[in-house]
RNA sequence: GUCCUGUUCGUCUAGAGGUUAGGACAUCGGGUUUUCAUCCCGGCAACAGGAGUUCGAUUCUCCUACGGGACGCCA
């Protein structure tokens, strides 16, 4: 760490890690990331009644799984723990004795409440600018059963973990008075706020919440959607390089990242971008790595059988990366390259009955199986001597051959698909063709 | 209801006191004499409304409308 900066994400587990979370997670982490400071996780669980183990196992896994690695925290520790709310009830008992001292607190009904000042509070917060904002009644710190609330602990710790720049949502600006009233009375200096926009639902009133669908983070690891695509999409709701940049690995980000490029208004999550953005992820991913991602992908959704022969395997994924738009999309793209009994697509095959297909397949049966070498070249060299001594387009030779070989009307190029399955194979198919499909 | 906050294409956004208001997604159309979920080209599409300041405002101020949030011994 070569600066000061110090800021935190503090989630509490009561449910599972949803997108709005990781944004604010995210800009904290990009913040910290910018300027060398230290991004501290801290697990606001002090609500025992709503706060479980899952919720708090999700929260870490997708944490991790999306890349947002943490300085301090749960697992790695740090000086100024512990991270857990529930762990640090010494700390809170401390620094209430010390509002006791001071005479700003009394009890009512068992509870501890906190004097305010009956004063005006002005926030100078980061994206906002300066918020005006009277807090008149008293509040509760500590609940009579004993327990302290949100916003005691939520400042106590910040004091205690020497927060510099709290980053949250919009949603906390009005409880920010509330907070100042805190520091007020401890006669510490608050940290620098910075209220990020909200995420809107994708259509309807509101935020987004848990419930809204594609709200969770888990639904695109399922889906296999690439963390730096999650990210990119992520980053860019509420803030901008403003240099027309979109696409952009994470270190870009980083670099370009700053709080006062980040705007005010409210953004609404739109799914059609996050997958035009992870498309774009997948494209540029390197060949090992999309192997690395491929293989896993194939293993999960019971595709064993397609991983053995891995030259054969790289050669596939060479040429349908370019084509997939996520790896969800994998399995299903590249099936047929290793099951002799895949299905022939209905749809596909009345797109091509207007080629006459089985006096077409029959022209192509009786060239290819002449050729020595069933390379690329020879093989589109074929089609195209087919198509001119017969005065016929390539495309009708081309859409009945894919379909005869694959089923389908879409996929790979085919002049690079057929080498791949090889002279034998492709022979078969078509006979396999004929004989079911237009005998 | 009270308080806080915001308002540029359908969506994410850029932008400047004087611009043909830019980009991206989506959408529509065309092309790549091989499909397409790839790639290329093109079209449609925005400064919420009203006052004020100003030579001039979409850009600054105010009001209205609409949006979002907060008003718990939840976090």
């Known amino acids: 760490m070569t600066s000061s900066v110090r800021v935190r994400f503090a989630p509490s587990p009561t449910g599972y890690f949803h997108i709005g979370g990781a944004r604010t997670a995210l800009f904290n982490w990009l913040y910290a990331k910018h300027t060398q400071g230290t991004f501290v996780l801290r697990i606001e669980d002090t609500d025992t009644e709503r706060n479980t183990k ?16 943490w300085d301090e925290g749960p697992d ?21 004795e010390q509002l006791r001292q001071a005479g700003c607190v009394y009890e009512k009904e068992g509870a501890i409440w906190l004097k305010v000042s009956g004063a005006t509070q002005t926030l100078d917060d980061l994206i906002h600018g300066p918020v005006q904002r009277l807090e008149e009644k008293d509040f509760v710190i500590y609940r009579s059963n004993g327990t302290p609330v949100f916003h005691f602990v939520n400042v106590v710790d910040d004091i205690d973990m020497h927060i510099t720049h709290v980053i949250r949502g919009e949603d906390h600006l009005s409880n920010t008075n509330k907070h100042l009233e805190l520091y007020r009375a401890f006669g510490v200096t608050p940290p620098k706020f910075a209220h990020i926009p909200l995420i809107l639902k994708t259509s309807g009133p509101g935020k987004m919440s848990k419930r809204d669908s594609g709200s969770l983070v888990e639904e695109y690891r399922q889906k296999y959607f690439l963390p730096e695509g999650i990210i990119n999409y992520l980053s860019l709701l509420g803030w901008s390089p403003k240099n027309d940049r979109e696409i952009m690995p994470i270190a870009e980000i980083i670099a370009a990242f700053d709080l006062k490029d980040v705007n005010n208004t409210n953004a609404r999550f739109d799914e059609k971008k996050l997958m035009f953005i992870n498309a774009e992820h997948v494209k540029n991913l390197s060949p090992e790595a999309f192997y690395q ?138 006979q396999r063709c004929l004989d079911t499909q237009l005998s």
């Open 54 to 69: 899952e919720s708090l196992n999700s929260l870490l896994s997708n944490l991790r799984w999306l890349g947002l690695d």
């Open 76 to 96: 790695v520790g740090g000086p100024y723990g512990p991270y857990f709310q529930s762990e640090r009830n010494e700390v809170y008992q401390r620094y209430l």
């Open 293 to 430: 991602q491929g293989v896993i992908v194939l293993k999960e959704t019971g595709h064993e059988n397609a991983i053995h022969d891995t030259n054969r395997l790289k050669a596939i994924f060479a040429i349908v990366q370019e084509k997939l738009r996520s790896f969800e999309e994998l399995p299903h793209f590249i099936e047929y390259f290793f099951d002799e009994s895949y299905p022939f697509e209905p749809e596909a095959f009345k797109k091509i009955e207007k080629y006459q297909p089985k006096q077409r397949l029959l022209e192509l049966k009786e060239k290819l199986s002449a050729l020595t070498n069933f390379s690329e070249e020879n093989i589109e060299a074929c089609i195209h001597t087919l198509s001119e001594t017969n005065q016929i387009p390539t495309g009708h030779y081309i859409h009945p051959l894919r379909f005869a070989v694959s089923g389908r009307s879409v996929g790979p190029s085919l002049y690079h698909m057929l080498p791949i399955l090889g002279q034998s194979t492709v022979l078969a198919r078509i």
